[in-house]
């Protein structure tokens, strides 16, 4: 298998200024009356002369207020020159709340950087003004932003519009009365579905769905850190946003798509492993000369050890022997002495009694005999004589009271050994059929071997299902809240009560159960259910070995991976591979991958909430029954004109997979034999500007354009209504 691709996510950086200053307004643009574009969206400004093909200026919309320690001077910064500096990359602050502009200051700010960068040097604007804006503004910012441009720059007139409209026209759309279609604008703050008919948007109809890429780059943010939560780099915004540009898609089948992420054969064709920086542990390479040495060093403090236990072992048994010999004395003394002196001897030696003395001289025979067979190398195991049993049919009578004590040990030997013989036997008899079963096993397998690696996997599948099934009922046993523990603390406080309880207890007579209710009843029921293993589980395991075994040797297809113990491993579960992947093996003390990401679900899960809000808990339609609303409200003839063209635009239907979704879905959702065309702008991010440019360049443009006069006349209210804007009612 080849190895996959690492990527990076690197800080862009930036040198102030970014743009210089043009030189060319005196000699090209002064006193031509030559319109100027601004399209104003919410993530980035682009800004130029109507007459050229391409803004002269594209930008963040961002404003940074920052002191330069430095030079001790306070610095204002706009655009990409914000993350020329890290103060001025933490204090950057957008005009926008949403889609809408509540910060003239910055707004402000801004302008005057683009009327700069454009050279002009004039001390009013003496150009026209087309600026987009988004759908349904509220109108007091549209006079704030007239009061702005009119009192501030006195501009000679002013046209607003819809961006995404304006990409509509650039892509041949709205041209005349008889264009329609649908204009879906996935932008950075939000996404529209707007219906346009007869060469105008219609507003009225037009839907909002609250996620774009800025909702989707907190979202792939925080599924990083759900997902890592003790990932050594802290992940930036930016980076995030880097992540949804470059790696998500949008999935034609979202399910198939979980299923493929699921399925370990097409898990690689999916993830994707993002390096972060990390620095790496010096490892100081030693020479052979300092190995052959340490290893030197290893072997002598090894036989140093050794020694030291061997010395320890022979200390013991020393001191053993010399017990040995000395409780012997003991015992052999009782001949010569007085009773009374010998039990006063005994007393003192710190025996209890000559039971005492006599278990105590046997466990030091064992122990010693054990140590030198150690020491001689013999075999513990090797078959024990028959126990001498002398006086085991002698009658009692016949007998004195050591006789009678000597015969009792000897029945309790003969029981013990007889009982070894007997164990002994049945092993054999066990070994002779497991021999059996092997050979009946072999033989079936020799004459149907198809067959019989299918009756064992089954087998296997059987014991399985055993082992899960059980180790699933520890686990809801475990939890108190489950309905098994529950049962089962029922069950324990049944058996617990005193009186007798009745299969039927009456409504009114019905005493109350209050086990459980208390932390001091789930810690008996703890006591109660903490159990080691069972033998039935451990029985389980040693067949499903057998089985496994068996498969590994005969079946070429079950391979080591396939075996309970791999797919039961925690590194084998779904949510390891989902961290950790399948490439590189995982290694945790390798520092290079604990510094990685394994982008794989979030690049499907992330664009999929645009079609199921209510993945991040949105309540709001998705995308696809939006479209669906909106089209059902026109009748028969209005739904063919406006099903048409789907015209998708707007920088997050970048993403790879968006129009295709927006075609399948749409098959579902209309009338079989519908004709319709999704047509993605040619340059989501450019086109609206560049729809802007071709219809300042339109004569008939001026008709839609508030002038200064009539901003004097009507107020900051004011607006001329065309088919490429809002509309105030």
């Not at 600026?131 to 720059?153: G, H, N, W």
């Not at 009365?177 to 007869?198: F, K, M, R, W, Y």
């Not at 001289?361 to 054990?370: E, V």
Request: hydrophobic letters at 30%.
């Amino acid at each position: 298998m080849s190895e996959p691709s690492v990527y990076t996510l690197d800080e862009k950086e930036y040198d102030a200024p970014y743009y210089s200053i043009r030189p060319d307004y005196e000699s090209s643009y002064m006193g031509s009356n030559t319109p100027i574009v601004i399209d104003n969206g919410s993530y980035q400004c682009r800004a130029g002369w109507a007459t050229e093909k391409d803004p002269a200026l594209i930008f963040d919309n961002v404003v940074s207020r920052y002191k330069d320690r430095k030079a001790n001077v306070n610095m204002v910064s706009v655009g990409m020159d914000v993350y020329a500096d890290p103060a001025g990359r933490s204090n950057a602050r957008s005009p926008f709340d949403g889609n809408v502009v509540c910060d003239f200051d910055r707004m402000e700010t801004i302008l005057d950087y683009i009327f700069t960068t454009l050279g002009i040097n004039t001390s009013s604007i003496e150009h026209p003004l087309i600026m987009t804006e988004a759908v349904c503004i509220p109108s007091y910012s549209r006079k704030q932003m007239d009061e702005l441009l009119f009192e501030c720059y006195n501009v000679p007139s002013v046209m607003f519009g819809i961006d995404s409209l304006f990409g509509f026209y650039a892509n041949g759309g709205l041209r005349d009365e008889n264009d329609g279609g649908i204009v879906i604008s996935a932008g950075h703050n939000a996404t529209h579905v707007i219906p346009t008919l007869h060469g105008k948007g219609l507003l009225e109809r037009t839907k909002r769905i609250s996620y774009g890429g800025t909702q989707a780059t907190d979202y792939m943010l925080k599924l990083m850190q759900l997902k890592y939560p003790t990932f050594p780099t802290k992940m930036t915004t930016s980076q995030a946003q880097e992540l949804v540009h470059t790696h998500v898609n949008v999935a034609d089948d979202y399910q198939k798509a979980l299923n493929k992420i699921e399925d370990k054969d097409t898990f690689d064709e999916v993830d994707r492993i993002i390096q972060f920086p990390y620095t790496a542990p010096i490892v100081e390479e030693k020479t052979e000369e300092e190995l052959a040495r340490q290893a030197a060093k290893k072997e002598e403090n090894a036989k140093r050890l050794r020694e030291a236990a061997a010395k320890s072992r022979l200390e013991k048994l020393v001191t053993r022997e010399q017990e040995f010999e000395a409780f012997t004395e003991l015992k052999n003394s009782k001949a010569t002495s007085t009773k009374k002196d010998w039990l006063a001897r005994l007393k003192e030696t710190g025996f209890k009694d000559e039971a005492d003395l006599d278990d105590t001289i046997k466990q030091l025979d064992t122990a010693i005999q054990r140590a030198r067979n150690k020491e001689l190398g013999i075999d513990e195991n090797e078959e024990k004589e028959p126990p001498v049993t002398t006086l085991i049919d002698i009658p009692d009578d016949q007998l004195s009271e050591a006789e009678k004590k000597e015969k009792r040990k000897q029945k309790l030997m003969k029981a013990n050994y007889d009982a070894r013989q007997r164990a002994k036997k049945a092993k054999e008899e066990a070994k002779l059929r497991e021999q059996e079963q092997e050979r009946l096993e072999e033989e079936k397998r020799q004459r149907d071997p198809e067959k019989w690696i299918e009756e064992v996997k089954e087998k296997r599948q059987a014991v399985v299902d055993r082992i899960k099934r059980r180790r699933r009922l520890t686990m809801e046993l475990s939890d108190r809240r489950s309905r098994a523990s529950q049962l089962r603390m029922r069950s324990i406080a049944s058996l617990a009560s005193d009186g007798p309880s009745p299969k039927r207890r009456r409504r009114g007579n019905q005493e109350e159960d209050t086990f459980g209710a208390d932390d001091e009843d789930w810690m008996i029921y703890r006591e109660i259910s903490r159990e080691d293993e069972s033998d039935e589980e451990e029985e389980d395991l040693s067949v499903l070995n057998h089985y496994e075994s068996l498969l590994l040797q005969y079946d070429p297809d079950f391979l080591p991976e396939h075996s309970y113990e791999a797919t039961a491993s925690p590194t084998n579960t779904l949510m390891h591979m989902l961290a950790r992947g399948k490439w590189p093996p995982y290694d945790p003390t390798d520092v290079g991958q604990m510094h990685q990401l394994h982008v794989n679900i979030e690049r499907v899960r992330v664009g999929e909430v645009l079609f199921q809000p209510n993945i991040v808990g949105l309540d709001q339609a998705g995308l696809s029954e939006t479209m669906n609303d909106i089209i059902r409200t026109f009748n028969p003839e209005e739904r063919k004109q406006a099903v048409k063209t789907i015209f998708v635009t707007g920088g997050f239907s970048s993403l790879p997979g968006f129009s295709s979704r927006i075609s399948s879905s749409l098959q579902s959702l209309l009338p079989v034999g519908t004709i319709f065309s999704v047509k993605r702008a040619e340059n989501p991010l450019l086109d609206a500007w560049r729809g802007a440019a071709m219809i300042a360049q339109n004569a008939a443009y001026h008709q839609y354009a508030v002038t200064k006069k009539e901003y004097e006349e009507f107020g900051g209210e004011y607006i001329k209504a065309h088919g490429l804007g809002n509309v105030f009612r």
